[in-house]
């Protein structure tokens, strides 16, 4: 059974940074892993995947935010700098049960309802 251990969250003042961790125990090194964030009102959003073939990012993160994945350790990491208030949110891990694309990712959108695995999540904070 998949298990998803978010960490590394806390509050940083704007243009800061933070780095995320999930621990992914029993997945598949193929299986599309990543990182979401939800604000209480909104829906919940894509922030970045990886799988063995690639990385993906939302267009609001994208030179800001790094993920990466430790294939030995079985965890991923999410390496935020140039916070800004705007990132204010709980971040989730979530991991499917195949590739990224197409099912996970597809024309610059996120099948969030897809994912069948998550964390509990963990709190970022970025005051101005």
């Known amino acids: 059974q998949v298990r998803l251990v978010e960490s590394g969250g806390g509050s940083v003042q704007s243009g800061g940074s933070l780095r995320l961790s999930c621990a992914a125990a029993?997945?598949?090194?193929?299986?599309?892993i990543g990182w979401f964030r939800q604000t209480p009102g909104k829906e919940r959003e894509g922030v970045a995947l990886?799988?063995?073939?690639?990385?993906i990012y939302a267009d609001s993160v994208k030179g800001r935010f790094t993920i990466s994945q430790d294939v030995a350790k079985s965890t991923i990491y999410l390496q935020m700098n140039n916070l800004k208030p705007d990132d204010t949110a709980m971040y989730y891990c979530?991991?499917?049960?195949?590739?990224?694309?197409?099912?996970?990712?597809?024309?610059?959108?996120?099948?969030?309802?897809?994912?069948?695995?998550w964390g509990q999540g963990t709190q970022v904070t970025v005051s101005s």
């Open positions: 979530a991991a499917g049960n195949q590739g990224c694309r197409p099912v996970y990712y597809s024309g610059g959108y996120f099948s969030i309802s897809d994912f069948v695995h």
């Open positions: 029993s997945l598949s090194r193929s299986s599309c």
């Open positions: 990886i799988d063995d073939e690639a990385t």
